[in-house]
């Protein structure tokens, strides 16, 4: 996975830089100067390039230059269906994450692989949530009024191009 970050002063008499890796990151900043030879502290880092879902991740946990090499360490470490967790969690539902001691798995999300909430209607009544309705009556049921229904608690959205439904809990 490659990733292309710049690192953007906060001081306007400073050159901004390129990186690729934390330990990339860690050697430029620590040594980074303004036109005046005085070290640069403060970065607003901005991602140039990467895997979409990556993208989406870095946006939903508002990464900065305090956590940025937490956050490429953990995006080699993570599986795609924990950043969607987290995607959802952190920048749909609104939890708190702290990428240096929290688990993709922490929070009370339920995520659904369907496109819309129309298909997920369809799935509940498959799958009993709605008691054993025979297939003959089943064909007649409203599949428009209980996707609306399952609107109050239920959330589409779209995902490094995939559509989801989810809910918080």
């Given at each position: 996975?490659?990733?292309?970050?710049?690192?953007?002063?906060?001081?306007?008499?400073?050159?901004?830089?390129?990186?690729?890796?934390?330990?990339?990151?860690?050697?430029?900043?620590?040594?980074?100067?303004?036109?005046?030879?005085?070290?640069?502290?403060?970065?607003?880092?901005?991602?140039?390039?990467g895997?979409?879902?990556?993208?989406?991740?870095?946006?939903?946990?508002?990464?900065?230059?305090?956590?940025?090499?937490?956050?490429?360490?953990?995006?080699?470490?993570?599986?795609?269906?924990?950043?969607?967790?987290?995607i959802?969690?952190?920048?749909?539902?609104?939890?708190?994450?702290?990428?240096?001691?929290?688990?993709?798995y922490?929070?009370?999300?339920?995520?659904?692989?369907?496109?819309?909430l129309k298909?997920?209607?369809?799935?509940?009544?498959?799958?009993?949530?709605?008691?054993?309705?025979?297939?003959?009556?089943?064909?007649?049921?409203?599949?428009?009024?209980?996707?609306?229904?399952?609107?109050?608690?239920?959330?589409?959205?779209?995902?490094?191009?995939?559509?989801?439904?989810?809910?918080?809990?």
């Amino acid at each position: 996975m490659t990733f292309t970050f710049h690192a953007t002063p906060f001081d306007i008499s400073a050159a901004g830089f390129y990186f690729s890796s934390a330990d990339e990151y860690r050697k430029k900043s620590a040594n980074h100067l303004n036109e005046y030879y005085e070290i640069v502290e403060e970065f607003e880092i901005q991602p140039i390039d990467g895997e979409t879902l990556d993208l989406e991740l870095f946006k939903a946990l508002s990464i900065n230059q305090s956590n940025i090499c937490t956050f490429i360490e953990k995006c080699e470490e993570w599986e795609d269906h924990e950043k969607y967790n987290i995607i959802i969690a952190a920048g749909e539902c609104g939890y708190d994450f702290d990428i240096d001691t929290d688990s993709p798995y922490d929070f009370d999300i339920d995520i659904y692989d369907v496109d819309n909430l129309k298909d997920l209607a369809y799935q509940f009544v498959d799958e009993g949530l709605f008691g054993d309705i025979p297939m003959n009556i089943a064909c007649y049921l409203d599949y428009d009024a209980i996707a609306r229904d399952l609107g109050v608690d239920y959330t589409e959205t779209v995902i490094n191009g995939q559509s989801i439904v989810y809910r918080c809990s």
